[in-house]
């Protein structure tokens, strides 16, 4: 089996020595636009031919906030080099360690902030095993090549269950209840407790959760009603409301899904409470922002609202302590002292079976965190990808052995696409894809019967276009 070569920018300076046939050397001096980690070719037992990690020890990977194993496991049976830490890391370490990274995975307590991706010269991708990406600056990291990837579906479930949990014990008062009698105090009422069959649930933002929920509270025989900013079909016999409002006024049980976003900052606020039903109930399991604290502290004292459920915060401390404090969000020990409210600590996705499938989801699974990131260190396929258009080109074959892939991140301009062809114009291109996510664009072609020297010709000539953000040549 030939040699191959992964060769990324990330390391780059202009280079007067060709491309190294020992992977190792190449990696190892900095000073080459060549240095990036060295990948070749390798087989699986069909006839599909990886372009995979030669020396695989060469790509740098840090884990952080405890990646589930099994993630691990998927990054270091490549041969990767995995350090994985168990917490998230303050910024200045941060900053020390990700400069020496290709990869980094991250949860949600790690901030991928503009100032620390400046430092990360080496860094490819971004695997965030979450579902949310609002801690990495997207934006910055596309402008700069960086591709992130994360896990959109893999808590949903877990989070639809916490909620139809939260809308039973709401009802019924239970963690009062629990509270009381842990407390020593025998408390028997059954003033305002209530069943939940033939209650309207209105479910705010009908996406993975908010849609499962429905199916859920259905089947326990609540009536659904949900408000989006896009038109969903709906679950069962779940009906959509044109307004906020509409869905407000209407449900005993307002629980709110949607992402974090400046029109869903504060979202329900003092009118909104105004809005709701006497005595009706609120849960959010999305994002902190979204729901205006104060308004709910007022709202729970008037007894406008009969409870709520919270499960996250604006701010949420990085890990496990007595921090609820007002230290951290000036009304928490207001909160804190409601009635009916049930606080929980950011545990909606907090499951087993959640985290197993953040780590690593069925094998056919497209979105597949640890599976994506391999798939774009190997192949530069981007499928999955938040920041990046979602790319894909077939394998190459075992017969395809003199194949490059070259993969051009650019800025999308008029004219890069001609200037590209000129470069590639003069070998064989087997297959081209290009898409663009507004100002980034996602080029990737196989070449065929190209000598090493001639990889060389192709990737400094790409680097040299104005146009380019990275260039990687798989080969
Ligand atoms: N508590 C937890 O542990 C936990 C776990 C997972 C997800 N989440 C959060 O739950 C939220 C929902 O996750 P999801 O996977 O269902 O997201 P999703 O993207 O699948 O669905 C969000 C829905 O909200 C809608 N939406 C967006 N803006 C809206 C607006 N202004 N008004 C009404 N609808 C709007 C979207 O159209 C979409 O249908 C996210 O904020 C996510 O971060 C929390």
């Not at 060769?7 to 020992?22: E, N, Q, Y």
């Not at 190792?24 to 980690?37: E, K, L, M, Q, V």
């Not at 990808?385 to 979602?390: C, F, G, H």
């Given at each position: 089996m030939a040699e191959a070569q992964d060769?990324?920018?990330?390391?780059?300076?202009?280079?007067?020595?060709?491309?190294?046939?020992?992977p190792?050397?190449?990696?190892?001096?900095?000073?080459?636009?060549?240095?990036?980690?060295n990948l070749a070719r390798s087989a699986t037992l069909s006839n599909q031919r990886e372009l995979k990690p030669f020396d695989t020890?060469?790509?740098?990977?840090?884990?952080?906030?405890?990646?589930?194993?099994?993630?691990?496991?998927i990054?270091?049976g490549q041969g990767?080099?995995?350090?994985?830490?168990?917490?998230?890391?303050?910024?200045?370490?941060?900053?020390?360690?990700?400069?020496?990274?290709?990869?980094?995975?991250?949860?949600?307590?790690?901030?991928?902030?503009?100032?620390?991706?400046?430092?990360?010269?080496?860094?490819?991708?971004?695997?965030?095993?979450?579902?949310?990406?609002?801690?990495?600056?997207?934006?910055?990291?596309?402008?700069?090549?960086?591709?992130?990837?994360?896990?959109?579906?893999?808590?949903?479930?877990?989070?639809?269950?916490?909620?139809?949990?939260?809308?039973?014990?709401?009802?019924?008062?239970?963690?009062?209840?629990?509270?009381?009698?842990?407390?020593?105090?025998?408390?028997?009422?059954?003033?305002?407790?209530?069943?939940?069959?033939?209650?309207?649930?209105?479910?705010?933002?009908?996406?993975?959760?908010?849609?499962?929920?429905?199916?859920?509270?259905?089947?326990?025989?609540?009536?659904?009603?949900?408000?989006?900013?896009?038109?969903?079909?709906?679950?069962?016999?779940?009906?959509?409301?044109?307004?906020?409002?509409?869905?407000?006024?209407?449900?005993?049980?307002?629980?709110?899904?949607?992402?974090?976003?400046?029109?869903?900052?504060?979202?329900?606020?003092?009118?909104?409470?105004?809005?709701?039903?006497?005595?009706?109930?609120?849960?959010?399991?999305?994002?902190?922002?979204?729901?205006?604290?104060?308004?709910?502290?007022?709202?729970?004292?008037?007894?406008?609202?009969?409870?709520?459920?919270?499960?996250?915060?604006?701010?949420?401390?990085?890990?496990?302590?007595?921090?609820?404090?007002?230290?951290?969000?000036?009304?928490?020990?207001?909160?804190?002292?409601?009635?009916?409210?049930?606080?929980?600590?950011?545990?909606?996705?907090?499951?087993?079976?959640?985290?197993?499938?953040?780590?690593?989801?069925g094998k056919f699974s497209a979105?597949n965190?640890g599976e994506a990131l391999v798939r774009y260190v190997n192949s530069g396929v981007t499928l999955g990808?938040?920041?990046?258009?979602?790319v894909n080109l077939r394998s190459l074959t075992l017969d395809e052995r003199d194949h490059a892939r070259v993969i051009?991140?650019?800025?999308?301009?008029?004219?890069?696409?001609?200037?590209?062809?000129?470069?590639l114009?003069?070998h064989n291109v087997d297959k081209q894809i290009?898409?663009?996510?507004?100002?980034?664009?996602?080029?990737m072609a196989d070449i065929s019967n190209v000598q090493r020297?001639e990889v060389?010709?192709?990737?400094?000539?790409?680097?040299?276009?104005?146009?380019?953000?990275?260039?990687r040549v798989l080969y």
């Open positions: 060769i990324p920018t990330r390391l780059a300076k202009p280079v007067s020595h060709s491309v190294s046939t020992s190792s050397a190449a990696f190892h001096s900095p000073s080459s636009s060549f240095g990036g980690a020890t060469d790509i740098k990977i840090l884990l952080l906030e405890n990646v589930n194993q099994s993630g691990r496991d990054l270091s990767y080099q995995v350090e994985a830490l168990k917490t998230s890391l303050p910024e200045d370490e941060l900053i020390e360690k990700i400069r020496n990274v290709h990869v980094i995975g991250i949860r949600s307590k790690t901030k991928l902030s503009e100032k620390v991706l400046r430092e990360a010269k080496n860094l490819i991708v971004i695997g965030c095993f979450c579902i949310g990406t609002n801690q990495v600056d997207l934006e910055y990291a596309a402008k700069h090549g960086i591709a992130v990837f994360n896990s959109p579906f893999a808590n949903s479930r877990s989070v639809a269950e916490l909620v139809i949990a939260e809308i039973i014990m709401l009802a019924r008062q239970l963690g009062d209840r629990s509270m009381e009698l842990h407390n020593g105090t025998w408390n028997k009422v059954s003033a305002k407790c209530w069943e939940i069959r033939g209650k309207t649930l209105g479910i705010i933002g009908y996406g993975h959760i908010g849609s499962q929920l429905s199916v859920l509270a259905e089947a326990m025989g609540m009536s659904v009603i949900y408000y989006d900013v896009v038109n969903l079909m709906a679950m069962g016999t779940a009906k959509q409301v044109p307004t906020l409002e509409a869905l407000l006024s209407n449900s005993d049980f307002v629980t709110c899904h949607v992402p974090e976003l400046p029109e869903t900052k504060n979202m329900i606020g003092r009118v909104q409470f105004e809005q709701m039903k006497e005595g009706s109930y609120l849960i959010n399991a999305s994002r902190g922002s979204v729901i205006d604290i104060p308004a709910l502290i007022n709202a729970s004292r008037s007894g406008k609202i009969a409870g709520a459920a919270l499960d996250v915060y604006p701010s949420e401390p990085a890990g496990n302590g007595d921090y609820f404090t007002n230290s951290l969000n000036p009304w928490a020990e207001d909160l804190r002292s409601l009635k009916n409210v049930i606080l929980s600590p950011h545990i909606g996705g907090s499951t087993e079976e959640a985290q197993r499938a953040i780590g690593v989801e979105i965190v990808a938040v920041n990046l258009p979602e051009y991140i650019h800025r999308n301009v008029p004219g890069v696409l001609r200037r590209v062809n000129e470069i114009g003069n290009t898409d663009n996510k507004g100002d980034v664009a996602y080029l020297t060389k010709e192709i990737f400094d000539s790409l680097e040299a276009l104005s146009s380019r953000i990275l260039t």
